[in-house]
């Protein structure tokens, strides 16, 4: 089905959008985050009442029993190791001035993944775990990294194992501007883009456990649970910076920068109402 | 997916790009592009560029540097399309996101 839309839209030379106003009464807004994450819940666990609530981390796996299978195989010689294993020893590495990641974060940063994005009031914007990574290393006179090459994952993959079964804990304070990015995140999230005219949502809430080309698409819930992940498509690992452009790319959108407000205001929405799921990262894909 | 479909279909209509009844000229082309690099400018300010437009409009450069003032002409009206569509995706899209949302 999936890839029968996708094929016909790529057909399309050029398209022109003629929107027929559609007009649906919407009901008068008020952000409620709780009552948000709740009715999110509740869409999956209906929509597939087979999977057991813990395994929507898994991502495509949890989708399909054949895949389910193929994960079980593939985590007895996880092709993330040399990505724990570089990220431990980044993690651990003095940088010049002496001191390490550990100095930067609430319990020298490990176990601490399923806190992040958080919202920093003192910024005024929502902070992920990528941005936190950066904000230490270039407060300790160093580099930033990439926020879509081996580095960024590695590190980001060992603080997440430090974190496996901690359930996600995204707290939304009580500040205008952290409702503000939410709302944000979550407006990004259902938004229509590109030229194949998708929300993120189209794939992720509507179409998930259908195929795309040889993909097998997550559920919305539980999505950045795993992350980062490695997949053999890309050869190596992939931070969630790199997976927001390339699902971008994948609707003929031209990616934002990692890391703009709005791929850190949506990673805050998908992360809060996704409280309560373990972190499983890193993970690894077909 | 119905849902998509039918969206898709009642949401996007196909242009067909006029072929060129003249040849165009320079002056046409350079027209042309000013136009599509602009709609472009507005579809990256409403951070939503699509990657045919950005591509058209390199085509289209390529061409007029080929000398090809026909294609040339023809990308840069894609492109310009392209992000006219884009422009408007993004400001129907301003409440009508509303509908894909669960609640």
Redesign the interface.
Known sequence: ??RS?LG??LG?????????A?H?A??A?TTNPE??AK??RK?FTDKFPKVKFDDFVNGPYSMDEGLYQQWKEKEEFPPYEFALDMGKELFAKPFKNGKTFADCFPNKGIGIRQNYPYFDEKQGKVVTLELAINQCLESNGEKPYSYTKDEMAAVTAYMAFTSRGKPFDIKIPNDPRALAAYENG??YF??????L???C??CH???PG?RIRAEVLAPAIGILNAMPIYRSEWGGMGTISRRFTSCN?QV???P?NPQDD?YRDVEYYLSYVSNGLPISGPGARP | ?R???S??A????????APALAASTEADYKAAYAAAESANNEA?KL??????A?SALSAAKKAAEAGDFDKATAEAK?SE??S???I???N??K?????????
Do not use: C, H, P
């Open positions: 089905m999936m839309v016909s839209a399309l030379v050029i398209a022109a959008l003629t929107f027929g559609v649906t919407v009901a807004d009552a948000d009715a999110f869409f979550k407006k259902y938004t229509r883009r590109g030229q005219n998708f929300s949502a189209s809430v509507q179409s259908e790319s003929r959108g031209v934002l709005e | 997916m849902i998509l479909i969206a898709l009642t949401t996007m209509l196909i242009a067909a790009v990256g951070r939503n560029q699509w990657t045919t950005v894609k399309q392209l006219k569509a884009a408007f995706q993004t129907e899209q409440e009508n996101w509303k509908q894909m949302e669960i609640r």
